[in-house]
């Protein structure tokens, strides 16, 4: 890989961010985090990342929230987000589905638990590496 690729991951729970932060790491990038959309926005415009690991369901501004936000801006549309969600793909009655999910405009999307090993080889693939 050359230079380090900055991965900003936004999710409201601690315990979660620190596995994917480490294990991202381990791999060879820079990691930033967020825990929560407002949050994740605001270090976007700071230091865009190279990608965005992205929650669905969090505090303040949720991730389709964000998700939209970012795409619909053309200074961070190209940004590849992966979204990740603890929603069951089969509960159709709420927003935050799988369909949904894949309906945004982020350009991958992982159920929880996913593992790190799934969220790492989605990151490369987005990044082509």
Do not use: W
Request: proline residues 5%; negative net charge.
């Amino acid at each position: 890989m050359t230079g380090k690729k900055l991965i900003l991951v936004v999710d409201d729970e601690p315990d979660f961010v620190s596995i994917v932060r480490k294990n991202l790491e381990k791999e060879g990038f820079d990691v930033q985090v967020a825990y929560d959309g407002v949050e994740g926005l605001e270090k976007v415009r700071q230091t865009p990342p190279d990608l965005i690991v992205l929650d669905v369901m969090m505090p303040e501004k949720d991730g389709y929230e964000m998700c939209s936000e970012l795409k619909s801006d053309e200074k961070y549309a190209d940004i590849p987000v992966l979204m990740l969600t603890a929603v069951a793909d089969h509960v159709s009655s709420t927003r935050y589905s799988h369909y949904d999910g894949m309906s945004m405009e982020a350009d991958d999307y992982l159920p929880k638990p996913a593992t790190a090993e799934e969220i790492t080889d989605s990151v490369k693939s987005l990044l082509n590496l």
